[in-house]
């Protein structure tokens, strides 16, 4: 699994937008997008815990979800 992760995390295009000395916008690739949510897709997995592992939101990722479940 950290394997897969550091893949995700290396392929991650990060855009980083300042403000308040914060990032504030991230922009996934689809690919990655779609790896994460079919990680939290399997069973038992937890959405809340897939969404930590990669610091998400949990409700960012559940619209992630959707968007797989729709192709």
């Excluded at 991650?12 to 504030?24: A, S």
């Amino acid at each position: 699994m950290d394997r897969q992760r550091e893949f995700l995390q290396e392929t991650l295009e990060v855009l980083t937008t300042r403000k308040c000395g914060r990032e504030v916008h991230r922009r996934w690739p689809d690919e990655v997008k779609a790896q994460i949510a079919s990680q939290s897709l399997r069973p038992g997995a937890m959405v809340i815990e897939v969404a930590e592992r990669y610091g998400l939101k949990p409700n960012h990722l559940s619209t992630w979800r959707t968007m797989a479940r729709q192709g």
